[in-house]
């Protein structure tokens, strides 16, 4: 049982627009902590994709954005493509826990 | 360029012990948290704990207080994970990753990870 619940599955058709949600509780994400997300491609290791709840590091493309509101956040991916294709996880850090947490993960599929 | 490379896949038996490895390249090694992350076959990633080679302040998640050793050897850029007895369910990917964060209080780090090590396999069967 993750400390950041991520929806196990979501799915879109090429172009279309996802988005995969991340709740916490109040010693995490609504205790004020940052939310960062990483992709995993098959066979790799996770890659960071959004720090800080919304920012992008150098090479992300701007099709992927992220969001935080009270004890949730969310990565929104639009205009799909079949590369997009991966896990990808919400982490956080948990006061109660003194330490950082990782979403279950969710696995995005491009039909 | 910033790299962490991490040693080869190991297979052990239960019972034995065990250290990976994992070496920082082309940023101040010492000045940046260095995190272990666990990731069971099929399965989601784990935060293990975390620690300051600079001056091997070490933290643990509860889930692996007393069940794993971080370190860190900051002549040589190498951050450690060791076990001193494996179990079949230690049988998994680990990464190492580099924080990125501000300052680290004794009760509170909270930061993302920017660069990740390209993984160890740890394989414990009889």
């Known amino acids: 049982q993750s400390v950041l619940t991520q929806p196990p599955s979501v799915s879109g058709a090429p172009g279309q627009r996802v988005t995969i949600s991340c709740t916490g509780s109040s010693s995490n994400i609504g205790a004020g902590y940052d939310v960062h997300w990483y992709q995993q491609l098959p066979g790799t290791a996770p890659k960071l994709l959004i720090y800080d709840n919304s920012n992008r590091p150098s090479g992300v493309p701007d099709r992927f954005s992220g969001s935080k509101s009270g004890t949730s956040a969310s990565l929104a991916i639009t205009g799909l493509q079949a590369e997009d294709e991966a896990d990808y996880y919400c982490?956080?850090?948990?006061?109660?826990?003194?330490?950082?947490?990782f979403g279950g993960g969710t696995k995005l599929t491009v039909l | 360029e910033v790299q962490l490379v991490q040693s080869g896949a190991e297979m052990k038996k239960p019972g034995e012990s065990l250290k990976i490895s994992c070496k920082g390249s082309g940023y101040s090694f010492t000045n940046y948290w260095i995190g272990w992350v666990r990731q069971m076959p099929g399965k989601g990633l784990e935060w293990m704990g975390i620690i300051y080679p600079g001056d091997s302040d070490t933290r643990y998640s509860p889930s692996f207080q007393g069940q794993v050793t971080i370190s860190a050897d900051k002549s040589i850029r190498m951050a450690y994970l060791q076990w001193s007895s494996l179990k079949a369910s230690d049988t998994a990917m680990y990464y190492c990753?580099?924080?990125?964060?501000?300052?680290?209080?004794?009760?509170?780090?909270?930061?993302?990870?920017?660069?990740w090590g390209q993984g160890t396999m740890v394989t414990v069967s009889s």
């Open positions: 982490q956080s850090y948990d006061r109660s826990l003194s330490g950082s947490v």
């Open positions: 990753a580099r924080r990125l964060g501000g300052y680290c209080s004794i009760t509170s780090c909270p930061g993302t990870f920017d660069v």
